[in-house]
């Protein structure tokens, strides 16, 4: 059954890509579009990190736990496959279980950190307080200014493009195709359902649409007539030059989880200090709401510099080979956007990741996978992921995109036939 069944994905980013993978698994007959290239927007502006470390216990930590299983399996799958094309891709991943170490500054940190531990512990996550002379000798190079440590055996890392890549490559070998420099403008609806998309490249026409647009989801949505609240919240990262090995573990001060969590539109800066295969050190990362301005900003990129040489002091002289930044997919209540479209039958969200979006993407894509074809029991609750929620549609039902109205208005669905 599921192979007469027609999906198109928008969006080639690494949620997209998840998604295809999945679906043309199960073989369906899945297209990719995308306005640009594969993996080519928010998946190549950011970092890696594949955390179970900085999410409190519920929803997004067990998606997170999910995708923390699912990764490993993929990148075997990937690895043992038949095609060479999808062997050469999954090496791309740089899968790399290095593990996490949160260090906390201040005694307040300290124990705000300890409790944090303690609460993620019983949700099922593995949590190791170090001593100093454990920390010592994980990562020779941080400070010796800690108040509190833990460790997180399950912290992972990929290279986000690269992982992109893989996932959309073992989709191409499943039968998916791809089509990129394909803007969609506008909805083809008929009977109530959404049954086609207008694109710069002509109609397509599908059973199911899946909405994987990153931080331009609220836009798309908009434009489809279905409105979510997802909005950029830009994130800028400073890559050193290759450096002899410095830092062994994802590291990061305890703050981030704070950041993470809130909502300020306010600039706020978090240490978390990385090494990649090539030896550069990646040092992100900043969060504020400045729309889809793509402008770098020095005193954003000292705040970020100045955070982690209180982790890293040894990083004081090092040179700073580039910077770069990118737009996370942000909704209100920070968690994504997972299922249906209750308002446009045939519409179908996967989105809203904000900063999270790389780790999570495969357990969404999963997740998506089992609604989308009812394969119950579901790996995890998909409740808290739905569409219908305040934090997604706003209190009187409808969603506050920071797109001007004018597109909306001027985009609304038409209903039409073949
Ligand atoms: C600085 C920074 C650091 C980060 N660090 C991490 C991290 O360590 N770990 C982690 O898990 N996550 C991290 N993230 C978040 C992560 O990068 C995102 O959550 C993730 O990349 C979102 O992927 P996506 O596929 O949803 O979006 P995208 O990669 O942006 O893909 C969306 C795609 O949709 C396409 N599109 C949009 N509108 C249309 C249209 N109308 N028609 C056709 N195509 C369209 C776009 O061209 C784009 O390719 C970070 C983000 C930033 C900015």
Known sequence: MAADVRVVIVGAGIVGAACARELALAGLQTTVVDRGGPGAATTSHGEGNVLVSDK????????????????????????????????????????????????????????????????????????????????????????????????????????????????????????????????????????????????????????????????WAGRLS???????????????????????????????????VGAVGSSGEDLQTSAVVESTRAGSVLIGSSRRRAGFDDRLRPEVLSAVAAKALRLFPSLAGVAVMRAYGGFRPYVPDHLPVIGADPRLPGLWHATGHEGAGIGLSVGTGRLLRQLLLQERPFDLDPEPFRVARAGVLGTGGRAKSEEKTQERTEEKPQEESR
Request: glycine share 10%; aromatic share 6%; charged share 20%.
């Open 56 to 215: 409190p216990p519920g929803p997004e930590l067990q998606l997170a736990q999910l995708s923390r299983r699912l990764w490993p399996e993929i990148v075997g799958a990937l690895s043992a496959h038949g095609s060479p094309r999808v062997r050469a891709a999954a090496s791309a991943v740089e899968w790399e279980p290095k593990g996490g170490i949160v260090l906390a500054t201040t005694g307040e940190g300290a124990a705000a950190l300890t409790a944090f531990g303690e609460e993620q512990r019983a949700a099922g996550v593995r949590v190791e307080p170090l001593d100093r002379r454990a920390v010592a000798e994980a990562e020779p190079f941080a400070t010796t200014e800690h108040t509190a440590a833990l460790h997180y055996p399950e912290d992972g890392q990929v290279q986000p493009a690269g992982a992109a890549t893989a996932l959309l490559a073992d989709a191409l070998a499943a039968g998916a195709a791809l089509r990129t420099g394909c803007e969609v403008h506008a909805p083809v609806v008929r009977g109530g359902r959404l049954v086609g998309l207008r694109t710069s490249e002509g109609p397509l026409y599908a059973d199911h649409f899946v909405d994987a647009a990153g931080p």
């Open 222 to 256: 908009a434009r489809l007539g279905a409105p979510v609240d997802v909005r950029p919240r830009r994130g800028d990262v400073l890559v050193t030059a290759p450096l002899p090995p410095t830092v062994f573990h994802k590291v990061y001060d305890a703050d981030y």
